[in-house]
C-alpha cells in the first residue's frame, strides 16, 4: 500500500489570508460489546442534519490541535489522533471550506448537555450511523475509517530554533533555544497531544530536551536522552542511530505507545533511513508522523510545524 503523505502546516492565522475557510475533524469509533463498532455523530440545531464532529480552525491553532477540540466541544469526548483521511472541501454558500480528517480513538468521554449548536449526541452501529448520516462526504469518511489498519504514531520533530552558534562561546551541546524556540516548544504542547503522546525520546543536547520539556510537564511525563541521537554523536554514525531508531520504532509498535523522537538536522536522514520514509528536511520546531501498522511499515505521514 503506498504511503499517503499529507503536507499540513497551516494554521489560523494562515488560513485568514487564505481563500478557504479551514477546519478539522475526526471519524471517532469505539467497539461496543454487542452492538461492534459504533461511530458518534452529532445533530445540528441549526441546520437540522447529522454530521461528523468538526469545526473551524482558532486563530494561531493547528489542524490536528482543532480536531480533536472540535470532538471534545461537539461530543464530550476526548480524542487521540490516528490515520489521516481525506480532505473534504465544498461550497459553504459563500465561499469554500476545507476540512481535514482523521480518525479518532476515545480517551475519556463525558456526558454533553445540548446547546444551540449541538442538540443530540449519539453513538450508532455502523450501518445505522450511515442511514443517519445526512451528507455523503460524512459517510465515505466512515467508510473510508473502517478501511484503516491499526496504527501507531511515531512523531520524528526537529528541535525548536535555538540561540545561534556565533553568539554561543560554550559547548554547543548546551545552546539554548531562543525566545522564537520557547514559543514553539509551547505551541507544540496542543500538537503533540492530539496524538497521545507518551514517550519523548531526545538527544543529550539542551536544545533537544528543552524542545520537548514544557510537554513533557504538561502531561507529567520522563524524557529519555540518548547520547547516539546528539548532533556530535549521530551525525557520522548512521548504523548506531539506526540500530536506535529501529528499537524505538518496534517497541512503539509492540506497546501501542505513540512516541516522540526530538532530533538535529544532521542526524534526521539517518533516522528516515532507518524509517524507510524518503528525504526530506524539516525546519526547526516542524515535525513528522508516521503512522506505523503493527508490522513497523509506514501507513501514513504527516508533516506540520507550530507558527511562532
Known amino acids: 500500500m503506498p504511503v499517503k503523505v499529507l503536507e499540513r502546516p497551516v494554521t489560523g492565522r494562515a488560513a485568514s489570508r487564505g481563500k478557504a475557510i479551514l477546519a478539522a475533524g475526526a471519524v471517532v469509533t469505539r467497539e461496543h460489546p454487542t452492538r461492534g463498532t459504533e461511530v458518534v455523530i452529532v445533530h445540528r440545531k441549526r441546520y437540522d442534519d447529522w454530521s461528523l464532529p468538526k469545526g473551524k480552525l482558532e486563530a494561531g491553532e493547528s489542524l490536528p490541535a482543532c480536531a480533536v477540540r472540535e470532538v471534545e466541544e461537539e461530543t464530550g469526548v476526548t480524542v487521540r489522533l490516528g490515520t489521516p483521511l481525506d480532505q473534504v472541501t465544498y461550497d459553504r454558500g459563500g465561499g469554500l471550506k476545507r476540512v481535514d480528517w482523521w480518525t479518532g480513538s476515545v480517551v475519556t468521554a463525558a456526558p454533553r448537555a445540548p446547546d444551540h449548536e449541538v442538540d443530540v449526541v449519539s453513538w450508532l452501529p455502523l450501518k445505522a450511523a450511515l442511514s443517519r448520516l445526512t451528507f455523503e462526504h460524512d459517510r465515505f469518511l466512515v467508510r473510508q475509517q473502517m478501511e484503516q489498519p491499526v496504527t501507531t504514531p511515531l512523531v520524528v520533530v526537529r528541535h525548536a530554533k535555538a540561540m ?13 533555544i531562543n525566545s522564537r524556540g520557547r514559543r514553539q516548544a509551547r505551541l507544540l504542547i496542543p500538537m503533540l497531544a492530539a496524538y497521545g503522546a507518551e514517550r519523548l525520546v531526545t538527544s543529550t543536547s539542551a536544545r533537544c530536551v528543552s524542545t520537548l520539556m514544557p510537554y513533557a510537564h504538561h502531561r507529567e511525563l520522563r524524557v529519555e536522552t540518548f547520547g547516539q541521537l546528539s548532533e556530535e554523536e549521530g551525525s557520522h554514525d548512521a548504523k548506531g542511530v539506526g540500530r536506535l531508531v529501529t528499537r524505538i520504532r518496534n517497541q512503539t509498535v509492540a506497546d501501542r505507545r505513540p512516541t516522540v523522537i526530538c532530533v538535529h538536522r544532521p542526524v534526521l536522514p539517518h533516522i528516515l533511513e532507518a524509517l524507510e520514509i524518503a528525504p526530506t528536511s524539516l525546519v526547526t520546531g516542524e515535525f513528522l508522523v508516521a503512522h506505523l501498522t503493527g508490522d513497523g ?6 508533516r506540520h510545524r507550530p507558527q511562532a
Do not use: F, G, T
Not at 560554550?170 to 539554548?176: E, V
Not at 511499515?297 to 504527516?302: G, I, P, T, Y
Open 164 to 176: 545561534d552558534r556565533k553568539d554561543w562561546s560554550r559547548k554547543d551541546s548546551a545552546r539554548p
Open 297 to 302: 511499515e509506514v501507513h501514513a505521514l504527516e
